[in-house]
């Protein structure tokens, strides 16, 4: 009985069972190195193609039970390490005040943007993430029951700039000149949208462990157009904070989840991501995994980065491609991902030869040692 769910309380979860991504996120020795996919859960799956037909996309994010089914679709195929609750980075924006619809072939689209400082006061300031957001706590609660201890849940976020500009240029763009543009001319108002949505961010993340979520990624997807001195004033410091905060706050509850920071295409950040109170940084595959662990001096574990678009290899060549990486990363302190999320048009087939080269090679490897 679905009406009986929605009551599910964030208490008396199964015990996990599978705590291999969770102990390589710390650093921990593991008999294989953890592997998830970002976007595991998404349109590459027949199954969620056919779960999502004719709906809206945030009505789906909406329902605790789409979003479990979402979640758990993936692991039904897969010997995936880690789940990812279904949802979307722009639900922050909506709790905001902001509207949002997801427009087929055009993505997510704001129909009235944020043009000038002015309009920030359009947006509401104090959110109570509880009533805005409770739905993504729902479901991440119902999940962790569902997914009864298989693999550990991830909750995640979009991190402030990456969310300030979706808000201000109203969906995806080549260049983000709008977004940008208010770097440079608005700072003090850039600060202030910035802040706003540290703010919301901290307790949205605190939610989502208080539902249940055993680990959280931070999503910075538009670092990358940022250069070093921008990344260094409008990136960084927030992203530093979310870390900071949340990691304060769990603690004075006795809790503590890894937290995994991603900023795609910020390779020239990677020292000072390495110290910015994340256990695991998130690489895209522009950056070469050798120099990655030599940047980051051992501080943090890693997560990636293989080309997504290797998946269209011949199975023979993924597990080569897999095999180089892990050479590279070496077993401790890594779990393999994507550098990116899976592509639509993606063989499920292939992404299950990923996940099995990821398990056979570092098993080998380990057992090397």
Known sequence: DMSKDAFILPEDFPQLQNDTFLR????????HVPVWCMRQAGRYLPEFRE???????????????????????????????????????????????????????????????????????RLQAKVDVGKELGY????ITLTRHKIEGKVPLIGFTGAPWTLMSYMIEGGGSKTFSKAKRWLYR???????????????????????????????????????????????????????????????????????VPMIVFAKDAHYGLEALSQS???????DWTIDPRSARERTGGKVSLQGNMDPCALYAPKERISDIVKKMLEGFGTRGYIANLGHGLY?????????????????????MVKQM
């Open 24 to 31: 390589a996120a710390r650093g921990e020795a593991t008999e």
């Open 51 to 121: 779960s999502r037909a004719g709906k809206d996309f945030f009505e789906t994010c909406r329902s605790p039970e789409a979003c479990c089914e979402l979640t758990l679709q993936p692991l039904r195929r897969f010997p995936f390490d880690a789940a990812i609750i279904f949802s979307d980075i722009l639900v922050i924006p909506q709790a905001m005040g902001m509207d949002v619809q997801m427009v087929a072939g055009k993505g997510p689209t704001f129909p009235d943007p944020l043009k000038e400082p002015e309009d920030l006061q």
């Open 136 to 139: 993504v706590f729902n479901a």
């Open 186 to 256: 608005h700072p003090e108002a850039s600060h202030m949208l910035l802040r706003m949505l540290t703010d919301v961010i901290v307790e949205y993340l605190l939610g989502q462990v208080a539902a249940g979520a055993q680990a959280l990624q931070v999503f910075e997807s538009h670092a990358g157009i940022l250069g070093p001195d921008e990344f260094e004033a409008f990136s960084l410091p927030y992203l530093r904070d979310i870390a900071r905060c949340v990691k304060e706050k769990l603690k004075e509850s006795g809790k503590d």
């Open 277 to 283: 109170h994340y256990e695991v940084v998130g690489l």
């Open 344 to 364: 639509p048009d993606m063989d499920p087939e292939n992404v299950g030869a990923f996940v099995e080269a990821v398990h056979l090679h570092s098993k080998r």
